[in-house]
């Protein structure tokens, strides 16, 4: 009698129950159909549900924070004149200064009083247009031959102010001085007075109707005012 091993005893049992449970699977599937197992949800690589996507809306349409602009006013139009040159712009009605050439300068009325002399020094405007005076006149009297009687007029404080004179207009300055009868300062009568205007360096001339000046001495010296409207106080 011959003896199998055990180890070969257990293989070849092994292989008959693989063999039996083949042909038991083989039976179990005779339909033909798969069978597939699903797997239990939520478990790991699982997609997830489709979501419906929102339809596109049309943009807005774009607004700008910028401030909106004011149209600036259209500069005025200059008509040219038939012959195709354009007119020069109007003058300011106040003009321009006043010019030497431009003026008359004469002394006015005297208007004594507490022993003062005290008389108006005019200017008029002799051109054709207008002009302007403002601040000090200059004054000096002066001899026969041009030469200077004493020192200048002082300027007495005041607040200048503009004076606009057309044509045929005044301006005036009071011109005061001590009486040197009664001061007992030296005197002398003046031929004229020099009169120049404020800005001015050519000096006008008029006459002086005025009798004796101080010309050295106490209370000798002469003051002079700023301009103002009109021909005198």
Known sequence: MVHTPRSARRGALLVSTAAVLGLLAGCGNGSGED????????????????????????????TSSAPARTASPAPP????????????????????????SELRASVGRNDPGAGQENFPVVLTNTSGRTCTLRGYPGAAFVDASGGRLGADPRRTPGTPVTVTVRPGQSAWAGLTFSNPEVSGARSATPAGLLVTPP???????????????????????????????????
Request: proline share 20%; glycine share 12%.
């Open 35 to 62: 069978v597939r197992s699903d797997p239990p949800a939520g478990s790991a690589g699982t997609a997830a549900p489709a979501r419906e996507t929102p339809s596109p809306s049309a943009p807005a349409p774009a």
């Open 77 to 100: 139009r200059t008509t040219a004149p038939p012959g195709g040159t354009t007119a020069a712009p109007a003058t300011p009605a106040g003009g321009s200064r006043c010019h030497t």
């Open 199 to 233: 800005d001015e360096r050519d000096p006008l001339r008029a006459a002086w109707p005025g009798g004796p000046v101080p010309v050295s001495g106490t209370a000798s010296s002469a003051r002079l005012t700023v301009l103002s409207p009109g021909t005198g106080p």
